[in-house]
Nanobody, 125 residues
Framework: QVQLVESGGGLVQAGDSLRLSCAASGRTFSTYNMGWFRQAPGKEREFVTAITWNSGRTYYADSVKGRFTISRDNAKNTVYLQMNSLKPEDTAVYYC??????????????????WGQGTQVTVSS
């Protein structure tokens, strides 16, 4: 079992950058594939990015490619989401998620068992 706590959200202007962190409890963090999802008011939760347990592969939604970067530090039990060139449409609650033994469909929220509580990101125009 793993518990996830996101941090780093806030209110920024369009074009600014933010870095989100997701700290995980437990000694087996390095075996978990990690994802970031977001949910805007009135919309479904959507995939943002994911990284495999050994950082061997990363996946990005088309809407964030070239602007967002996911990374992880297994020694610190933390996954990061660096967000650059933020746009108002990036406004949402951002959630990190974790799942062991995930080999496909990294973009499907139902594939992840563990979720954080979310952190709000608001981008003003």
């Amino acid at each position: 079992q793993v518990q996830l706590v996101e941090s780093g959200g806030g209110l920024v202007q369009a074009g600014d950058s933010l870095r989100l962190s997701c700290a995980a409890s437990g000694r087996t963090f390095s075996t978990y594939n990690m994802g970031w999802f977001r949910q805007a008011p009135g919309k479904e939760r959507e995939f943002v990015t994911a990284i495999t347990w050994n950082s061997g592969r990363t996946y990005y939604a088309d809407s964030v490619k070239g602007r967002f970067t996911i990374s992880r530090d297994n020694a610190k039990n933390t996954v990061y989401l660096q967000m650059n060139s933020l746009k108002p449409e990036d406004t949402a609650v951002y959630y990190c998620a974790a799942q062991q033994y995930l080999y496909s469909d990294y973009d499907l929220p139902q594939k992840y068992r563990y979720w954080g509580q979310g952190t709000q990101v608001t981008v003003s125009s």
